[in-house]
């Protein structure tokens, strides 16, 4: 049993530096199979709030370091999607209508 955590240990060892890295390159510039902005820009709510989140679980709990990182990304990142829905959209460039690209859809649509 012992050899069997060692090895597990040395593939994850040896595997995640290159597998984390390669995945998350993937999920980000991996074109049309993985559109991670569709639904709109969470990073920078995402990176706002993280800090604050991992300094409250660090103080308040006493979880596990793979559990207190996958807790801390999750919560990071759904703070970060409610930032850009409650309040980074509605600032955004990208979502305001085009004023020219609306005139230019009603002329096409009129004719």
Request: net charge positive; aromatic share 16%; proline share 5%.
């Given at each position: 049993?012992?050899?069997?955590?060692?090895?597990?240990?040395?593939?994850?060892?040896?595997?995640?530096p290159i597998t984390i890295p390669y995945a998350m390159f993937l999920l980000a510039f991996?074109?049309?199979?993985?559109?991670?902005?569709?639904?709109?820009?969470?990073?920078?709510?995402?990176y706002l709030y993280a800090f604050p989140i991992q300094q409250l679980l660090v103080a308040?709990?006493?979880?596990?370091?793979?559990?207190?990182?996958?807790?801390?990304?999750?919560?990071?990142?759904?703070?970060?999607?409610?930032?850009?829905?409650?309040?980074?959209?509605?600032?955004?460039?990208?979502?305001?209508?085009?004023?020219?690209?609306?005139?230019?859809?009603?002329?096409?649509?009129?004719?």
């Amino acid at each position: 049993m012992v050899a069997g955590a060692h090895f597990s240990q040395l593939a994850v060892d040896l595997l995640a530096p290159i597998t984390i890295p390669y995945a998350m390159f993937l999920l980000a510039f991996g074109g049309e199979r993985f559109r991670a902005a569709a639904y709109g820009d969470f990073s920078y709510g995402t990176y706002l709030y993280a800090f604050p989140i991992q300094q409250l679980l660090v103080a308040e709990t006493r979880l596990a370091f793979p559990v207190y990182v996958a807790v801390a990304m999750s919560l990071s990142l759904l703070a970060g999607v409610a930032s850009w829905f409650a309040v980074e959209r509605w600032f955004h460039r990208s979502a305001r209508p085009n004023r020219e690209r609306a005139i230019a859809k009603a002329c096409a649509n009129a004719s």
